[in-house]
């Protein structure tokens, strides 16, 4: 009996490896657990980017569950999620708010971005493809998108009203990460 | 001919150092020790958009920031630890090459070292089990058992020659 057992065990071990590489082969290498879900919101003063006088802060943004979008209208997939997000703000009632991302900044290299060519054309965009967005936030130096773990736009976040981030998600937002990632955590969410 | 192949090398070598020294002068320290702090933690860390690189060799966006809020850090007098605490809170473990120990980096380890030693002990076992049947062997006995068959057949050959020639 103990021969016939070890004489399945290259079998066995052979089926663990193939089940390894298959889970290998039809895994996402970039998707990984953010670190920031379930730790409060970042404290931030940023102003609006249609409106630099207006400064937006963490205490402007609780008292109401949110959804944040990061964004910037350099970013291709960002596009395609705009009617989307559009859809889901209109149909569900869902608070959008923009984190506007810019890769241009760089005053350590000389380089600033030309925040009036940023609103022009952000309002031809969103004109053209819908506009989900309750508002924007400027983050031009990218500190509030370092400390939220943002490797790259799109990304978005679900806040709820205590300023509590539920959900990280990188990449587009569409019908099917909403129905199966964003939606459950969003109709929970206080 | 040898003359352009010199002259290649010269450019290339030169590209070489071009490359690796490019953003350096964009940086200053408050004092060497920064230096060397900054040097090992842009190394260590890890760009979270890249799949295989750490900040000093990316220039994706990320890497820039995080690189620039490594020096800020530094400067505002925390120590390596804390800016490597400080992107593990943001980007998580993946930010760091220096995994924490723990239960599936262990396995890493022990499941090679483990099938290793398996299969040393498995080849010894059977070794053993080789030599035990050897020397069970009752040499004796088997040469006894010999002695009989070919007495048997002897016996029979002798009956056959006395049938043949009566």
New interface residues.
Partial sequence: MKYKLSLFLPLFIFVILVGFLLKGLFSD??Q?????VGKSFPEFQLPDLMNEEKVHSLQTLRGEKVLLNVWGTWCITCKYELPFLTKIKTEYGVKVVGIYYD?NH?P??GQFANIPQIQVEVKQLLAQLGDPYQFHILDLD?TL????????APETFLMDSNGVIKAHHMGDVNERVWRDKLAPIWNEMQ | MMKSISILIVILASLVSVKSYGFDE?VTFDNPKQEAEYRELIKELRC??C?NQNIADSN???A???R??ALLLLQEGKSKQQVVDYM???????AHYRPPVNIATIMLWAIPVGFILMCIILLWRRSRLSTQVDNATDTAGLNSELDNLLDEVSDLQNAETTRNNP
């Fill in positions: 290498p970039r990984r657990d953010s670190a920031v890769q760089a350590e290299f990218r998108s370092l400390d939220l773990g943002v490797t790259g | 964009m979270p958009k799949q994706a966006i990320v820039k920031d995080m620039a809020k593990i809170n943001r980007y998580g473990q993946f």
